[in-house]
């Protein structure tokens, strides 16, 4: 069955250094998302992705952070100075459709904690 | 702000028995809703969709329902089994209002004892 893939599945950073959190969605898939949760909260959406351009992004989801789609099977998501309250679980998700029944099929996740 | 919400934190039911996780959700403009559940250290997992021209929609072993009048969703569990012990989270979106992500509530964590 195919999957969302993402790694590394915990990450380690000093407060003030750059991450890249990888993504790899399902293939078919044309819409992809980035959650996080913060540990005991509810997932919260951050930002959404379509045809190599941000459509949507939350509050949460200030010029600290980035996405991109480098190459056809790849989506990252870059916090360019962490601190410490992005430490969370931060979870990749895809869907073939953007509307309708939009299913979206979510990865493991990473853990990010900022030390 | 409009957010989704649940009733109960947490849920103990026995083994073989039937579950109902409730969820209350604010936006009456919603389109369409989606039944998550989490596994320790692990994503959200689909369960279950509805939308909201519908009332009722059956999966194996689990059933949404949809009160829109009360702006309720509720998911059911047939004869709950120890692999069913997880976090649920009802999750919805507003097509009218964004371009289709989710909005997630606390969640319940149902607990299944053998």
């Known amino acids: 069955e195919p999957e969302v893939t993402q790694t590394p599945s915990h990450q380690v950073t000093q407060m003030g250094q750059e991450v890249i959190l990888r993504c790899v969605p399902i293939s078919n898939h044309l819409y992809f998302y980035w959650y996080r949760q913060i540990l005991g909260q509810k997932v919260e959406f951050l930002v959404s992705f379509y045809n190599n351009e941000i459509s949507e992004k939350s509050e949460i989801f200030d010029d600290q952070f980035s996405v991109e789609r480098p190459d056809g099977s790849n989506f990252t998501l870059k916090i360019r100075s962490t601190k410490l309250e992005d430490s969370a679980m931060y979870f990749c998700?895809?869907?073939?459709?953007?509307?309708?029944?939009?299913?979206?099929?979510f990865g493991a996740g990473t853990r990010l904690s900022v030390l | 702000g409009e957010s989704v919400g649940l009733h109960l934190p947490t849920l103990s039911v026995q083994e073989g028995d039937n579950s109902i996780i409730n969820c209350a959700y604010s936006?009456?403009?919603?389109?369409?809703f989606i039944w998550y559940k989490q596994e320790s250290g692990k994503g959200p997992q689909f369960i279950i969709d509805i939308r909201s021209n519908m009332d009722k929609r059956q999966g194996q072993r689990v059933t949404v329902l949809l009160n829109k009048t009360v702006k309720h969703l509720s998911l059911q569990i047939a004869a709950t089994q120890p692999g069913d012990s997880a976090v649920y989270f009802c999750?919805?979106?507003?097509?009218?209002?964004?371009?289709?992500?989710?909005?997630f509530g606390k969640g319940t964590k149902l607990s299944v004892k053998p």
């Open positions: 998700a895809s869907s073939e459709l953007a509307s309708g029944a939009n299913i979206q099929y």
């Open positions: 936006n009456s403009a919603s389109d369409y």
């Open positions: 999750a919805e979106i507003d097509y009218g209002g964004s371009q289709g992500n989710l909005i």
